[in-house]
Structure formats: C-alpha cells, structure tokens
C-alpha cells in the first residue's frame, strides 16, 4: 500500500517563506512521480498551481514555485499573503495511477 | 475558456443508482483525459479514475475499482461517473478535474456535486 506522505500542519508569518513537501513511501520521488500541487480553500474546488515538479500555470502567483529537494517534491511559498491560507495537496503519478497525499493546512498568523 | 461543469447536488436513499456529470467545453474534449476526485466531509482528497474520452480507456484507483464506473460520451463532451447500489459511505464531495496527458498536468477543474446518501 503506497503512502504521499505530507506535513499536516504548517504556520507562517505574512511576508514569509515556507516550504510544503511530499514524500512517497516507495522512495525518492523523482520527476518521472510528475509531481502536482493543489491549494483547496474552504468551500471550494482544489485550484491548480505546480505540475511536472516545477511548472507553474498560467494562472499560479510566481510566489509560489515547485521542486525536488531531497528526495521529496516541495512546495516553496515567499512572500506569504493572508489569502495563501488554506489546505495544500500534492498528487504523484505512478505510472498509470495517482495518488494524493494527505494534504497540509497552511496557517498564515 | 476551458471550463468543467458538473451536475448538481443529489440526495439519495442507500441501495439507489446514480449518474452524475461533468460537461468539458472550451477544448477539444477527446483529447484530454478526464479524472474523478472524492472528498468525504472534513477530509483529503481521493483519487477515484480517469478516463480518455478519445477512445473510453479508463483506469481505476484499487480503492475504487468496482465500486464505481466511469464512462465518457465524446458526442456530448461529457464524462460520468456512477454507482449501482450507493451506501451511506459515499457521501462525498466529487470532483472532476482534465489531465495533460504529456506533461501530467491537472489543470482544470469542476466545481464539484455534492453527493449525500441517508435513509
């Protein structure tokens, strides 16, 4: 049973900088994992930020950027904003499936 | 403008069947595969299938491998997913969302329907 591993809990400061990770259960997780990052605020539907480790769409704030740092993907946030407070998702491609990990609150205080 | 618009909220008794949608308009929509998301109440996301509308060949996550089906109607630009016998169980937040296929990119997605099973 593979697990994406993420913190469950992170606080930032506005204006600061904070890094989300994700972690597989089967290794390092590499580009060949595609890595995505979703910000899902309450009452809402997940919102596309980060794909293939470290592309941003069209639409992602240039604050927010993907990398693999470690054997994991990460999710670096500079520059905080209150609006970035919400809960955050990485999925990871395993060859013909994807799994999500359990997700982050990002609490901006 | 791509969008990825869903079908509205049900309310079902257990052991009822349900269908619900999600109509993809802005894009050629047989070229884009189509996944299905699950969020119960206060919890994560779930990643349910996926399906290419171009030729139907869908893909299962274990968890949910029949215990739903997932279908696409390339005529009508519209992907489904469905259940036979709903149980109390699937209550739950569902989401669709489109992937690139080169670059594994989730990028658009559906506002949700709401599914809630109660006797």
């Known amino acids: 049973q593979t697990v994406v591993t993420q913190e469950s809990s992170l606080t930032v400061s506005p204006g600061g900088t904070v890094t989300l990770t994700c972690a597989s259960s089967t290794g390092a997780v590499t580009s060949g994992y595609y890595p995505n990052w979703f910000q899902q605020k309450p009452g809402q539907a997940p919102r596309a930020l980060i794909y293939s480790a470290r592309n941003r769409h069209s639409w992602t704030p240039a604050r927010f950027s993907g990398s693999l740092l470690g054997g994991k993907a990460a999710l670096t946030l500079s520059g905080v904003q209150p609006e970035d407070e919400a809960e955050y998702y990485c999925l990871l491609y395993y060859g013909g499936a994807w799994l999500f990990g359990g997700g982050t609150k990002l609490t901006v205080l | 403008e791509v969008q990825l618009v869903q079908s509205g909220a049900e309310v079902k008794q257990p052991g009822e069947s349900l269908k619900i949608s999600c109509k993809g308009s802005?894009?050629?929509?047989?070229?884009?595969?189509i996944g299905w998301v699950r969020q119960m109440p206060g919890k994560g996301l779930e990643w349910m299938g996926i399906i290419y509308p171009g030729d139907s060949d869908t893909r299962y996550s274990p968890s949910f491998q029949g215990q739903v089906t997932i279908s696409a109607d390339k005529s009508i630009s519209t992907a489904y997913l469905q259940w036979s016998s709903l149980k109390a169980s699937d209550t739950a937040m569902y989401y669709c969302?489109?992937?690139?296929?080169?670059?594994?990119?989730?990028?658009?997605w559906g506002q949700g329907t709401l599914v809630s099973v109660s006797s």
């Open positions: 802005g894009y050629i929509f047989t070229n884009y595969w």
């Open positions: 969302a489109r992937r690139v296929g080169a670059t594994e990119a989730i990028d658009y």
